[in-house]
């Protein structure tokens, strides 16, 4: 008996073959060889294993491939926030924001906010390849009693649920304690601001899992300009160059979160780049 084995697509990636179909063809040269009967059910079944096995195993993921898949998806935790100044009390309160990824793949995300009372850093030491943690602070400096609502944007790539919006709740009740807002607005500059107006806290951790080999970066970047836009907001590896977009557009005054990878062979150093325009 001959069992001839064929792939129609697929590839051996490290120890696990990444099939798409395959064929197998068993020919029967001398049944009469077999003459205990055992021997040929014996085969059919491991070949039969063999080829199951193939359509079921996942293939290592490449470097030069996404890190996310649509399988992944993102746990946001909690999925609302609400704070609540009360008599006596203010101007600022934190809540701790978590982002977990469930599924294959390195969290790749970014997050940011729509109203000028959020201000989202991200917490020392919390980010991992499926996890990062954002401190999320209200400031009330200014503002009148009332009830507020402000959007966090959570953004990922490939993530299937991406992207997911927390809404943002701030109650000011009557007898808080908020200051007044003082603001000495300098008028605008035909002249980009300098490197200074920009707040960049980041953290770079090395991830390997099989062959994907890849930098974590995460951590903010601010614009403290009031009238400067920064745009093509990227990180990028100092010795291969490889790079990954933060954001499009920092609008003054913003600050934009990330949980980023660079795809890269080795640990190195980054640095921001961007630039200045003003609409």
């Known amino acids: 008996m001959t069992i001839e084995l064929t792939e129609a697509m697929g590839k051996w990636v490290g120890m696990l073959y990444n099939a798409v179909d395959a064929n197998i063809t068993v020919k029967e040269e001398a049944m009469a060889a077999n003459k205990n009967g055992f021997l040929v059910p014996v085969v059919l079944l491991v070949v039969a294993f063999i080829i199951s096995a193939m359509g079921c195993i996942p293939a290592v993921q490449q470097p030069d491939a996404p890190a996310a898949s649509l399988s992944c998806i993102m746990v946001v935790s909690p999925d609302k926030l609400e ?6 009390q203010g101007p600022s309160l934190d809540q701790v924001l978590s982002v977990v990824g ?10 940011s906010d729509n109203v000028g009372w959020i201000n989202l850093l991200q917490v020392p030491g919390a980010a991992t390849a499926q996890t990062t943690d954002a401190s999320v602070n209200v400031d009330a400096t200014g503002m009148a009693s009332g009830q507020y609502t402000g959007i966090i944007t959570i953004t990922a790539d490939g993530a299937a649920n991406s992207p997911i919006y927390v809404p943002v709740y701030l109650t000011i009740l009557p007898g808080a304690n908020i200051p007044a807002q003082v603001v000495s607005v300098p008028p605008p500059s035909s002249v980009p601001p300098a490197d200074s107006a920009v707040v960049w806290v980041n953290q770079t951790d090395f991830y390997k899992y099989a062959t994907v080999s890849a930098m974590i970066v995460n951590g903010s ?3 403290s300009d009031r009238w400067w836009y920064m745009s093509d907001v990227k990180i990028v ?9 933060i954001a499009a557009v920092v ?5 934009i979160m990330y949980n980023r990878y660079i795809p890269n062979y080795q640990k190195d150093t980054v640095r921001l780049s961007y630039t ?3 609409p």
């Not at 609008?251 to 600050?255: A, V």
């Open 83 to 88: 704070f609540t100044i009360g008599q006596g």
């Open 102 to 111: 469930q599924g294959e793949g390195i969290l790749n995300l970014s997050m």
């Open 221 to 223: 970047v601010t614009n």
């Open 237 to 245: 590896a100092n010795a291969t160059g490889n790079s990954v977009k």
């Open 251 to 255: 609008p003054p005054g913003e600050t």
């Open 276 to 278: 200045w325009y003003k």
